[in-house]
């Protein structure tokens, strides 16, 4: 498991003056450590999280964190301000920042490790520590819990021993407690430190449910019976409530369970002495409907409907990368008649070649059987939880049976997320309630989308559809140059953002039902996108002087990557320099996909950069094109670099043009 935090990303001397300059600067790092892909995405979901609820707690501590696509590994950054930035505090600036950054799909292991960090963000002494640290290495590793300084010691306020004569102490006061945020990585278990602190000053025996991302275990029922009161701290729905029916409820934000403790204990014996039980809303909760909280719910309609589009796509890919290159090989190994071969379940040599190739072949069919419903069934999931995926993926296999393809998966997901949601907001008697997410809503749901898809719009998709195939079956000449300059630009423009994804979603799109000419066009954005890293990889190596000693170390890294298709491996030099790079790696894209369209190069596989070249059609020419597109965004960065140089002095001595400006 790697280091979550390093010294490389720590930041001792934070000059920054916003929050969102302070997440940018501490954002940077972690591209540079290859920690996150896209700077800019990254960035647009660390505010996304940030627009509904101020990440500023008391103390000076702002955590800014996210759940994000462009990261490739659980990551924290840490930054110490001097003059402190203003994260929504009550009580002002915050001088310690802590940046959080989890994958989609980040796994429990680091994620525990996560909600530890942001337990001991609540204790002076770890705090206090970090102030008077003076070496990054060591703030890391303090960080990571590696060490704790015995100098500091731990505050007396927030480790209350338990009564030692518990005999004859009168019986505690008992409450249990559920913490939770949209992310479930910082406030759920930060809220739950506080509560626990605020509980041991006051004597109170509390057990607190952390419904967060490292892991939901279930209080003990027969803890939840002896409970006196309940105290909800949550900014997503609370699972399972009716487990807490007839006790006193007190109901709150999660930022309240941080900031407001003692306030909520003493709110929750009040509730308990007036014997007030508290009703649930609206006699649902989250196991029942299977919403998975209020984080799909965020932010505005546009991004929204991008989050859930790319949880379909990012399920999907996987089932097209796995059967592309099986198709891939079997024709490599068998030729393109091997398609109509026979069953392999019926015939089958074991020293036959051809054997073989038929065997990958339709191991590879079968996988691409699954596309348009895993991409139905997960945009629905990314809308509506796991009541979403049965009415998605029956929509989706729908789409297969009227021939609505790729576009028919999309609209078909989006359906059935809208059905599932339209279904949870009906309230129910409370017998039905525990049937609803696994028979009622996907029943009633995948009626729903089977009949919107077999009789008002499967149709007209269809048609559409159709059109597109024949569209791009039908390039040729002029228009597929065209349409692979379009293609090449959007690649490059954003180098992983969100004109880069629509760009490959495209593509692998058409991959789902391929044809010649979706093959063309996934194989234009997978050499367009190689371009960029390649150009400076190259540039750094023919004029070194142009960069700083950083940009050149990346720019070896950078071979590697654009070699493997990994477009974002240049965006720590676009970051750099945005008005000369990003300008020059668009041109040499629109050539590159240009050139690959008029070659008529095919690819079936969506990844793999020059790994798969053997498996590409017309493999020679798609080289060409790549190295035409490098030569071209390598001429431009230099030529551009070159004109921003001031020329320095002639060389006394020799010449030898070690200090004179290109």
């Known amino acids: 498991m790697s280091e979550l935090i390093t010294a490389d990303l720590v930041d001792l001397d934070l000059s920054a003056e916003t929050k969102d300059a302070a997440a940018r600067s501490l954002a940077g790092r972690m591209v540079e450590a290859g920690r996150v892909t896209d700077l800019d995405g990254f ?107 015995a100098a500091v010691p731990e505050d007396s306020a927030t480790r209350t021993p338990e009564p030692a004569d518990t005999d004859a102490a009168p019986e505690p006061f008992r409450i249990v407690a559920v913490t939770s945020c949209p992310t479930g990585i910082a406030h759920t278990y930060m809220a739950a430190e506080s509560l626990e602190a605020a509980a041991r000053a006051e004597g109170v025996v509390l057990d607190v449910e952390t419904q967060g991302s490292a892991g939901f275990e279930r209080l003990d029922p027969a803890v939840i019976a002896a409970a006196d009161a309940v105290i909800w701290a949550h900014d997503v729905d609370v699972r399972e409530k009716a487990r807490f029916g007839g006790k006193p409820v007190v109901d709150t934000g999660v930022k309240a369970g941080i900031n407001r403790p003692a306030e909520l204990i003493a709110e929750a014996r009040r509730k308990a002495e007036r014997g007030e039980i508290s009703r649930f809303a609206d006699g ?11 984080a799909g719910a965020s932010g505005h309609f546009g991004v929204r409907l991008r989050t859930y589009l790319m949880s379909g796509v990012s399920y999907m890919v996987p089932f097209v990368a796995a059967g592309g290159l099986l198709i891939a090989l079997s024709f490599a190994i068998g030729g393109y008649e091997i398609a109509s071969a026979k069953s392999v379940a019926d015939h089958f040599v074991w020293g036959e070649a051809a054997s073989w190739a038929a065997l990958l072949n339709q191991i590879g069919t079968a996988a691409f059987g699954f596309l348009v419903p895993v ?216 050539v590159t996909g240009a050139l690959s369209m008029a070659f008529g190069c095919t690819l079936r596989a969506p990844h793999g950069g020059v790994f798969v070249v053997p498996l590409i059609g017309e493999p020679f020419l798609y080289l060409l094109a790549i190295a035409a597109g490098t030569a071209v965004s390598t001429a431009l960065v230099v030529v551009l670099k070159g004109m921003r140089r001031t020329p320095a002095p002639a060389p006394a001595e020799d010449g030898s043009g070690v200090t004179v400006a290109a």
């Open 375 to 590: 991409l139905a069934g997960y945009i629905a999931y990314g809308m509506a939880d796991r009541p979403a995926l049965v009415p998605g993926f029956v929509g989706g296999a729908i789409a297969l049976t009227i021939d609505a393809g790729f576009l028919g998966g999309l609209v078909a997901g989006l359906l059935a997320g809208a059905a599932v949601m339209a279904v949870q907001r009906v309230k129910v008697h409370p017998t039905l309630r525990g049937i609803m997410p696994v028979l009622v809503i996907p029943l009633l749901a995948s009626i729903a989308v089977g009949f919107l898809m077999f009789i008002v719009v499967g149709k007209p998709i269809a048609s559409l559809q159709n059109a597109l195939t024949d569209w791009l079956n039908g390039l040729s000449g002029s228009n597929a140059v065209i349409l692979g300059v379009v293609l090449g630009l959007m690649m490059c423009f954003d180098m992983g953002g969100p004109l880069n994804k629509v760009a490959y979603a495209f593509a692998v799109g058409g991959l789902a039902d391929p044809t010649p000419g979706s093959l063309k066009v996934m194989a234009a954005v997978m050499a367009a996108g190689m371009v960029p890293p390649l150009a400076l990889a190259l540039a750094t190596t023919v004029r070194r002087g142009l960069f700083t000693a950083t940009e050149r170390e990346n720019g070896r890294a950078a071979w590697v990557l654009g070699a493997s298709f990994i477009t974002e491996g240049a965006i720590p030099f676009a970051a750099a320099d945005p008005l000369r790079v990003i300008p020059s790696v668009m041109a040499g894209g629109a």
């Open 284 to 294: 649902r909760d989250e196991a029942d409907s299977g919403t998975g909280g209020s």
């Open 43 to 149: 960035l647009a979901d660390v505010a996304a999280r940030e627009a509904q609820m101020p990440t500023g707690l008391d103390g000076g501590i702002g955590i800014p964190h996210c759940r994000s696509e462009h990261v490739t590994e659980p990551t924290l950054a840490f930054g110490r301000s001097a003059d402190g930035i203003d994260f929504g505090a009550p009580d002002g600036p915050a001088d310690l920042v802590f940046l959080i950054a989890a994958p989609a799909g980040a796994d429990d292991d680091h994620l525990t490790i996560l909600s530890g960090l942001a337990r001991r963000l609540m204790d002076p002494g770890f705090t206090g520590a970090l102030r008077a640290e003076a070496d990054p290495g060591a703030a890391a590793a303090l960080i990571r819990g590696e060490e704790v300084p």
